[in-house]
């Protein structure tokens, strides 16, 4: 099994930024990619971002685009999350996600995560 632990999360003006860590481990976290995902009351969660177990691939969701970063620290098994110019309708539980092991590509949809993270609160006052 992975256990993934969220950090970071908080209240945060529009325009202001944040950064999210995850925290993996596990005996079975090898070359597995890790996403983030978020979710607005109401709303179905949605795909934020994902890394490749290299780092050299992400991919993002049109709304994150230009403003979020995700990275990762293998030696640290650790994602992140570098959210910038924050706006109130990014207010939501953001969960960090991993692929199964083996899975080392990315992936923009819930279904190819095998692990999920308890989540974190992100508000963003107006």
């Known amino acids: 099994q992975v256990q993934l632990v969220e950090s970071g999360g908080g209240l945060v003006q529009a325009g202001g930024s944040l950064r999210l860590s995850c925290a993996a481990s596990?005996?079975?976290?090898?070359?597995?990619?890790m996403g983030w995902f978020r979710q607005a009351p109401g709303k179905e969660r949605e795909f934020v971002a994902s890394?490749?177990?290299?780092?050299?691939?992400?991919g993002y969701a049109d709304s994150a685009k230009g403003r979020f970063t995700i990275s990762r620290d293998n030696a640290l098994n650790t994602a992140y999350l570098q959210m910038n110019s924050l706006k109130p309708e990014d207010t939501a539980v953001y969960y960090c996600?991993?692929?199964?092991?083996?899975?080392?590509?990315?992936?923009?949809?819930?279904?190819?995560?095998?692990?999920w993270g308890q989540g974190t609160q992100v508000t963003v006052s107006s």
């Open positions: 596990g005996r079975t976290f090898s070359r597995n990619a």
């Open positions: 890394i490749s177990w290299s780092g050299g691939s992400t």
């Open positions: 996600t991993a692929r199964a092991p083996g899975e080392a590509n990315i992936a923009t949809s819930d279904y190819f995560y095998a692990y």
